[in-house]
């Protein structure tokens, strides 16, 4: 058996249609406040879509529970993997994050799968990458590499 390379999840993502109208749903059940982001060319840099730089946009919010951090996303272009899931899926979890040891040893693998990143960015110190895992893991796993370590 191999090493695990996922060492625990760290977020969930799901993508919907109106941020503001599932929060507020969200919030009926007692989880809340969230955090709200808004990822475009402005406040984030090295943004691409399956390797192509490109000027994407979307809104996001963040709320923990326990250790696991739920993400909700509204694309506001059709420059994003989550336009996409939203048009051949409808809304739903869309992604799952995982705390890992070694980002270019996941990516190697992932790669020499036929796989690649399917999306990323960075904001802050965080580079977010969405890996093609459905046909192995059946979703999406994302990985963050950190510019501080």
């Given at each position: 058996?191999?090493?695990?390379?996922?060492?625990?999840?760290?977020?969930?993502?799901?993508?919907?249609?109106?941020?503001?109208?599932?929060?507020?749903?969200?919030?009926?059940?007692?989880?809340?406040?969230?955090?709200?982001?808004?990822?475009?060319?402005?406040?984030?840099?090295?943004?691409?879509?399956?390797?192509?730089?490109?000027?994407?946009?979307?809104?996001?919010?963040?709320?923990?529970?326990?250790?696991?951090?739920?993400?909700?996303?509204?694309?506001?272009?059709a420059k994003t993997i989550y336009t996409e899931f939203l048009k051949e899926r409808g809304?739903?979890?869309?992604?799952?994050?995982?705390?890992?040891?070694?980002?270019?040893?996941?990516?190697?693998l992932v790669k020499s799968r036929d796989g690649m990143i399917l999306q990323r960015g960075?904001?802050?110190?965080?580079?977010?990458?969405?890996?093609?895992?459905?046909?192995?893991?059946?979703?999406?796993?994302?990985?963050?590499?950190?510019?501080?370590?």
């Amino acid at each position: 058996m191999n090493k695990p390379m996922f060492k625990k999840v760290l977020q969930i993502g799901i993508v919907v249609k109106d941020l503001e109208a599932t929060v507020k749903n969200y919030e009926e059940f007692g989880l809340g406040p969230w955090e709200y982001f808004d990822i475009n060319k402005e406040t984030a840099s090295n943004l691409s879509l399956r390797g192509t730089n490109n000027d994407q946009s979307f809104k996001a919010a963040t709320y923990s529970v326990g250790d696991v951090q739920f993400e909700l996303i509204q694309p506001l272009d059709a420059k994003t993997i989550y336009t996409e899931f939203l048009k051949e899926r409808g809304e739903g979890l869309h992604h799952i994050a995982f705390d890992i040891d070694n980002y270019d040893e996941v990516v190697s693998l992932v790669k020499s799968r036929d796989g690649m990143i399917l999306q990323r960015g960075t904001l802050g110190d965080i580079t977010w990458s969405y890996l093609s895992t459905e046909n192995d893991l059946k979703m999406i796993a994302e990985i963050y590499e950190y510019d501080n370590q």
